[in-house]
């Protein structure tokens, strides 16, 4: 049983019916998924959800599939929250999201595209990618029997190319960064019947990701933090999160504020930093000579960047920027101190987060999360090894 209602753009507000293959709003703009919350809380006892199998499709009265058997799976699990020491009162945890298959967070995210995309009706699909995503599309894709063309930058990550061809997707390299692999991809798309998966260009991988901050909930028992640090590309997790802190405070699951978001990127890309320390509501010019080796931040205009900024403005948020090196030093840092092979991504957050503690940007007392989106095994070695 689904309790999705509508579609709405997230720019007008306009309602469209779900249940199709939906791409952007009328208004060129990502949807979101609406739900009857009233019949969940009626419905659905939070305690309980945890008698059920320890898997993100745990909270399915708020995901969009109306049958079970609809889901394809390649065992997702629940991540763990790892604890680590800070200078003080404070609390952190590291959630660690390269235990999911692929090995990174894309998993969340593209497990419920291609489920909704098969159960709608799509049969060849397509995606730009720095790498994960199109690795984690790659195997989603054949798992559910569907046609996959993967769209990657030149110098993408040579363990997720690997991992795209091994999964029998077709490899489409392109000269740039990801916004030149999606001009490309749907310059292809009409012409090649593809339904695109890129990133907030349907409405289903949002609420993949929104399952970290479901998940995240009920692991510190629906007691939110007072801050998540995020690897912030594209934006869908960050997005995500705050859609389903939102969900919940609706259904009375948690009390007070939002954590607050903070969008993490490097010096060499940041967007949306430079936008929010503007105190502008969009990305008003892209990136321009992007130069870092952290390949998920790697992106000069996020198409919701809108809606990224809206999750920072909303829980008093902000933006946070570090430098290449200071990400291989974290990195290094960690796994040599605690035995955790964070990502680039997932580095950098925690290198974001000891800075902004340190420069007095979060209580002294502070519970924060950062998310490492993917395995270390994933990228290359820091400097130093």
């Known amino acids: 049983m689904s309790y999705v209602t509508h579609l709405e753009c997230s720019a007008t507000g306009e309602a469209l019916p ?9 208004a060129g703009a990502p949807m979101l998924v609406r739900y009857d919350l009233a019949a969940v809380a009626a419905r659905v006892d939070r305690d309980a959800l945890a008698a059920r199998p320890a898997t993100p499709w745990r909270f399915a009265e708020l995901l969009p599939l109306a049958d079970p058997a609809d889901l394809v799976s390649l065992g997702e699990t629940i991540t763990p929250l790892i604890p680590l020491p800070t200078q003080g009162p404070g609390t952190l ?48 894709a054949a798992r559910a029997g569907l046609q996959a063309d993967v769209f990657v930058p030149a110098d993408a990550p040579r363990a997720a190319t690997d991992e795209i061809r091994l999964f029998g997707a077709a490899l ?21 019947g593809w339904f695109d998966l890129s990133t907030l260009k349907e409405p289903y991988r949002i609420e993949g990701k929104k399952t970290m901050g479901l998940e995240l909930a009920q ?91 809206d999750g920072l403005y909303e829980s008093d948020g902000f ?41 007095g940007r979060l209580a002294p007392d502070a519970r924060a999360v950062v998310f490492n989106s993917a395995s270390g095994l994933k990228s290359p070695l820091p400097a130093g090894v």
């Open 319 to 359: 933006g946070w920027a570090v430098d290449d090196d200071a990400v291989d030093a974290a990195r290094l840092a960690c796994a040599r101190a605690h035995g955790l092979h964070l990502s680039p991504e997932g580095a950098a957050c925690l290198a974001a987060h000891d800075q902004a503690r340190a420069a």
């Open 219 to 309: 692991q510190l028992g629906w007691r939110l933090p007072d801050a998540i640090f995020y690897p912030t590309g594209g934006g869908t997790g960050l997005i995500g999160m705050a859609k389903a802190f939102a969900e919940l405070k609706a259904l009375g699951w948690v009390d007070g504020p939002p954590p607050r978001m903070v969008a993490v990127q490097t010096t060499g890309c940041a967007p949306v930093v430079r936008a929010h320390a503007a105190g502008r509501r969009t990305v008003e010019e892209p990136w321009q000579n992007v130069d870092t080796r952290v390949h998920g931040v790697r992106v000069p205009k996020p198409l919701g960047d809108r809606l990224i900024l």
């Open 93 to 140: 945890w590291v959630k660690d999201e390269g235990l999911l298959p692929t090995g990174s967070f894309k998993a969340r995210g593209l497990a419920l595209a291609v489920s909704m995309a098969r159960a709608l009706g799509a049969r060849r699909l397509a995606i730009p990618t720095a790498g994960n995503a199109g690795a984690a599309m790659a195997a989603y």
């Open 18 to 26: 779900a249940g199709r293959l939906t791409g952007l709003s009328p």
């Open 172 to 192: 489409h390299v392109v000269d740039g960064l990801i916004d030149a692999c999606g001009r490309a991809l749907a310059e292809r798309t009409a012409a090649e």
